[in-house]
């Protein structure tokens, strides 16, 4: 089974960037539909993005459209989230997560994935 390591989170001030990164390890990452989750105090996880296997495909949830980008390298069993236009009601603990799915999967729905890392803390002060 796949393992998943967060990294990349961090103190920014808003309008700033950071790009998160999840290693993956343990398993055939292309086998894997991938997918961004938050959670912030006192709150539920919230999705933020997803990405198909193929790389294809992906989404994205409205509150971070057009400053957020995921992409994958299957060759570098890597995934990241170029976060950009960072806001106060960003600060969230951000988990990866992988879906063993078929190639043109990808979901928002937490309940479809089997594997999570330990999650990042992102901290945007006003």
């Known amino acids: 089974q796949v393992q998943l390591v967060e990294s990349g989170g961090g103190l920014v001030q808003a309008g700033g960037s950071l790009r998160l990164s999840c290693a993956a390890s343990?398993?055939?990452?292309?086998?894997?539909?991938m997918g961004w989750f938050r959670q912030a105090p006192g709150k539920e996880r919230e999705p933020v993005a997803a990405?198909?296997?193929?790389?294809?495909?992906?989404y994205y949830a409205d509150s971070v459209k057009g400053r957020f980008t995921i992409a994958r390298d299957n060759a570098k069993n890597s995934l990241n989230l170029q976060m950009n236009s960072l806001r106060p009601e960003d600060t969230a603990v951000y988990y990866c997560?992988?879906?063993?799915?078929?190639?043109?999967?990808?979901?928002?729905?937490?309940?479809?994935?089997?594997?999570w890392g330990q999650g990042t803390q992102v901290t945007v002060s006003s």
């Open positions: 990405i198909s296997r193929n790389g294809y495909w992906t």
């Open positions: 997560a992988a879906a063993q799915r078929g190639w043109t999967f990808y979901s928002s729905n937490s309940n479809d994935y089997n594997y």
């Open positions: 343990g398993g055939t990452f292309s086998s894997y539909a």
